[in-house]
């Protein structure tokens, strides 16, 4: 299912060149898993608050329900 990931809060990134561009606050991708309170995604678009398209590598993370503030889904 590909899906757009709405945070409630950007991804925590301790210093440039870390594994998610800063700032992030909505993830596009793919979800692998739904299970525990738990969401894996294979992201690959990263997006700010207001849209922009932030440059980063795709990858997969796993977000605890609690980081998400809702999902779109773009295809079932």
């Given at each position: ?7 409630r809060?950007?991804l925590?990134t ?9 700032g992030?606050t909505?993830?596009?991708g ?6 525990g309170?738990?969401l894996?995604?294979a992201?690959e678009v990263?997006?700010?608050g ?15 329900a609690?980081?998400?503030d809702?999902?779109?889904?773009l295809?079932?």
């Amino acid at each position: 299912m590909r899906v757009r990931v709405f945070l409630r809060n950007p991804l925590f990134t301790p210093r440039k060149g870390s594994h998610v561009p800063s700032g992030a606050t909505v993830l596009e991708g793919s979800v692998n898993a739904r299970e525990g309170g738990w969401l894996e995604l294979a992201v690959e678009v990263y997006l700010d608050g207001s849209g922009k398209v932030l440059d980063g590598t795709a990858t997969t993370l796993v977000l605890p329900a609690s980081k998400v503030d809702h999902v779109q889904v773009l295809e079932a």
